[in-house]
């Protein structure tokens, strides 16, 4: 059986299917993301935009209201003080898309998330010895 479901090869095809505004704040989360990740690699995974360095870093999507964000359950644990003001679950925050992102925020986040992974893969790593 076919599926009708669009695959994206690249975070540029994905972008591209925004109207301008949602890309402009797409591009500038992107932005964010290599400026904390910038060894990191861009992929499409679960059809959405992800930065993957020795693992998952961190997802990307629009929606009609909101970006959501993906930093793992670990990522939104560690700055839960300062994501409460936003809507989110277990592993995801909403940032509404009527305001600005909190860059910063999210750039902390994104190092966070780096140093996490180098740190599992050097454990995975020094097990394997």
């Known amino acids: 059986m076919e599926s009708n479901k669009v695959g994206f090869a690249s975070i540029d095809q994905y972008i591209a299917t925004f109207p301008e505004e949602t890309q402009k704040i797409l591009e500038e989360l992107r932005a964010t ?69 909190p860059l910063e925020l999210i750039g902390k986040i994104v190092k966070f998330r780096v140093a996490e992974n180098l740190k599992n893969a050097e454990i995975k790593s020094s097990q394997r010895k």
Request: hydrophobic share 40%; net charge negative.
């Open 33 to 101: 993301i290599k400026a904390a990740a910038p060894d990191a690699v861009e992929k499409i995974s679960y059809q959405i935009p992800t930065f993957f360095q020795e693992g998952n870093l961190v997802h990307f999507a629009a929606h009609k209201n909101h970006i959501g964000f993906y930093p793992t359950p670990s990522g939104i644990q560690a700055f839960e003080g300062e994501l409460s003001v936003y809507e989110g679950a277990k592993g995801s925050v909403k940032f509404p898309i009527d305001k600005p992102l």
